[in-house]
């Protein structure tokens, strides 16, 4: 699976081989190492501080917004009431703040083209 960046179709983190249901941090740096060369250690502490970087802009109530893949957002939630699925019982949920991401259109259409891959 090759990656577009800037219009050009590049082996740049190509995730072919990943047999895990989901992309990991591990598997990231591991990417990291093997496709561009960083040595181990300096493909984790990339990772790592890519996502605690994101982390605290998240936190601080900053939007992060990657072009091509998406944005994350803070959304504040109001309190509401709720209820117990087993007993029924009102609880009250409180306010609280939540991350949302909605992707970009070019993120849309990819998912698009790898489910009908017909389409083009």
Known sequence: MKREISGQSSPLLSAQGLEAPALTK???AELLFEQIGLNK???KD??????ELMAERLAQGED??????????IRTKAPRPGRNPRTGELIPIEARRVVTFHA??????Q??????PGKA
């Open 46 to 51: 990339m990772v790592d501080a890519f996502f």
């Open 41 to 43: 250690r300096e493909s």
């Open 26 to 28: 591990a598997q990231l």
């Open 111 to 116: 998912i698009q083209q790898e489910l009908l």
């Open 64 to 73: 992060v917004k990657l072009s091509g893949f998406g944005n994350f957002q």
């Open 104 to 109: 970009s259109s070019k993120l849309k259409e």
